[in-house]
């Protein structure tokens, strides 16, 4: 095979840097991405200093909701996921603006860490029984949302249900992180769709290469990157890369933000929170950063 065989427009020369990969295959009929998300998930794992499972869940959900987020066209576009469920988590909430700017955050960041078998934590027992809502703000009149239920908890079960049923989108979905000594050693998501005109065969092909594909996690620890995972995936030698494009998490809190979220509070509440004379600290949900001002600052808004 040609050296620049998995060579994608966009895409940064190092594969090991976050980023994301489309392509198409069998004729046009199968939409293909993969994203790999190992620094994201690390710096949404120190920033809100969370157990495993938590880590491994808001990984996974902020993956998912990258490739998900992938139709977004123009620069003020943005989509908001959330999920939210009786386990121990409680539920999750993750921004993605256009270009692949993530941001999330878990309602809560120290949970118990259950495992199916060694090294693979139980998600779905941190999660449990809930909703995943998905909310897209595309310039229309009014946002689009979709609301289905979990199905496992595990969160790749759970966005490939709500495509299948919200959208009408047969979709392979797979996510992994995986943690070692404690940091996010690995992580990525793999989503496939069929499109507009695949029928039957399409589908059996896709069921047939789905069953007993190795989990992205592995995949990614042996070295593959995105672009070489969905050639594993789809084995097809017409299989064409459209772009590619370096994902990061960015959130988009500022002073100036913060302090016109206190000014929303009104006159009587600013008057309460100022009459002790002491300083006000607020602090961004989505990146744990912390702003303070004085009450002077507060009451001349």
């Known amino acids: ?27 046009g009929l199968v939409k293909c991405l993969c994203v790999s998300t190992k620094t994201i998930c690390n710096t949404a794992r120190i920033k809100h200093q969370m157990t495993p499972a938590a880590t491994a869940a808001l990984g996974r959900f902020m993956t998912g909701s990258l490739l998900i987020s992938e139709s977004m066209k123009n620069p003020q576009d943005t989509q908001t996921t959330i999920i ?8 999750m909430t993750c921004v ?4 692949f700017k993530v941001r999330a955050y878990p309602l809560e960041t120290v949970v118990p860490t259950e495992y199916h078998r060694p090294g693979k934590i139980n998600v779905g027992a941190a999660v449990g029984k809930g909703s995943l809502t998905v909310i897209r703000d595309i310039g ?8 289905s239920e979990l199905v496992s908890g595990e969160i790749a079960e759970d966005f490939a249900y709500y495509l299948a049923k919200s959208e009408q989108t047969r979709s392979v979905v797979s996510l992994g992180v995986l943690l070692e000594h404690g940091e996010v050693s690995e992580a990525g998501g793999l989503m496939v769709q069929l499109l507009p005109g695949a029928g039957e065969d399409e589908i059996s092909y896709l069921e047939q290469r789905a069953s007993g594909f190795p989990e992205i996690s592995f995949l990614l620890k042996e ?27 960015k959130c988009n809190c500022s002073r100036e933000r913060m302090l016109s979220g206190l000014a929303a ?13 002491k300083s006000i600290e ?19 808004i």
């Open 1 to 27: 095979m040609a050296e620049n065989a998995y060579f994608v427009p966009g895409a940064p020369e190092d594969v090991k840097k976050d980023h994301i990969v489309r392509a198409e295959g069998l004729g």
């Open 84 to 91: 939210r469920g009786d386990g121990p988590l409680e539920g």
């Open 96 to 99: 993605t603006d256009y270009g």
């Open 140 to 147: 229309l009149k009014e946002p689009y949302v979709g609301v």
């Open 223 to 249: 070295g593959f990157s995105p672009a070489q995972i969905i050639d594993l995936f789809m084995g097809d030698p017409d299989l064409k890369y459209l772009d590619g494009q370096e994902v990061e998490f």
């Open 265 to 277: 509070l009104g006159k009587n509440d600013i008057e309460e929170i100022t009459k002790d004379g």
């Open 282 to 300: 607020t602090v961004c949900r989505f990146c744990n950063s912390k702003y303070v001002f004085e009450p002077e600052e507060i009451k001349n």
